[in-house]
Nanobody
């Protein structure tokens, strides 16, 4: 089993920044991607940023269109920790953010919540205008 523990959420004003962290522990040998999903009230959970350096040859992460240029995902593979730096935050970024990990061999752009093998408990991000 894999455990994912997130930290770093909080409340900021629009234009501010936050950094999320997620550390994986347990049997992590089978994981080939880590990343972040988010879910706002009344909306479906969506992929925000995914990184899969173990099988994506170019190492280019996936970003949702709504966060491109503002969010940056990175991975400390040795520590099995994934980070999400969120800049220029907007009120529409307000959501519960979930760390995700698992095994996936498709195109990262097509990853959905059903493809996630392991979830973190979630961390709230609130952006006020």
């Amino acid at each position: 089993q894999v455990q994912l523990v997130e930290s770093g959420g909080g409340s900021v004003q629009a234009g501010g920044s936050l950094r999320l962290s997620c550390a994986a522990s347990g049997y992590t040998g089978g994981i080939n991607y880590m990343g972040w999903f988010r879910q706002a009230p009344g909306k479906e959970r969506e992929a925000v940023a995914i990184i899969a350096p173990l099988y994506a040859p170019t190492g280019i992460p996936y970003y949702a269109d709504s966060v491109k240029g503002r969010f940056t995902i990175s991975l400390d593979n040795a520590k099995r920790t994934v980070f999400l730096v969120m800049n220029s935050l907007r009120p529409e970024d307000t959501a519960m953010y979930y760390c995700a990990a698992g095994v996936f061999y498709g195109r990262l752009v097509s990853i959905t919540p059903r493809d996630v093998g392991h979830w973190g408990q979630g961390t709230q991000v609130t952006v006020s205008s």
